[in-house]
Nanobody, 120 residues
């Protein structure tokens, strides 16, 4: 059973850089044919996808947040990370890490989510 767990700061101030870590257990992030994603949901809004890092370390970012987003991995710890620069109160949301497959639009495993609140 694959499990994902987000960690990072819950409170931020505007202009800071948000750094979140997703620790994966029950499976390797280098296993062929999986994507490891970051997604968020702001209050009263739908899901917003940041992008992914895949099994080979290739990254792909969604256009809306691409200029402020960086996704990386630490294979020795079986973790992948999200950095979001220049945060504002509009970045207040629940942040999730997930796993997906290239041939599917849905996520097959989700972390429990971490609340991040940005103050002005």
């Amino acid at each position: 059973q694959v499990q994902l767990q987000e960690s990072g700061p819950g409170l931020m101030k505007s202009s800071q850089t948000l750094s979140l870590t997703c620790t994966v257990s029950g499976g390797s992030i280098t296993t062929n044919s999986y994507y490891w994603n970051w997604i968020r949901q702001a209050p009263g809004k739908g899901m917003e996808w940041f992008g992914y890092i895949n099994w080979s370390g290739t990254t792909y970012y969604g256009p809306s947040l691409k200029s402020r987003t960086s996704i990386a991995r630490d294979m020795s710890k079986n973790q992948f990370t999200l950095q979001l620069t220049s945060v504002t109160p509009e970045d207040t949301a629940i942040y999730y890490c997930t796993r997906s497959r290239p041939d599917s639009d849905s996520q097959d495993y989700w972390g429990q989510g971490i609340q991040v609140t940005v103050s002005s």
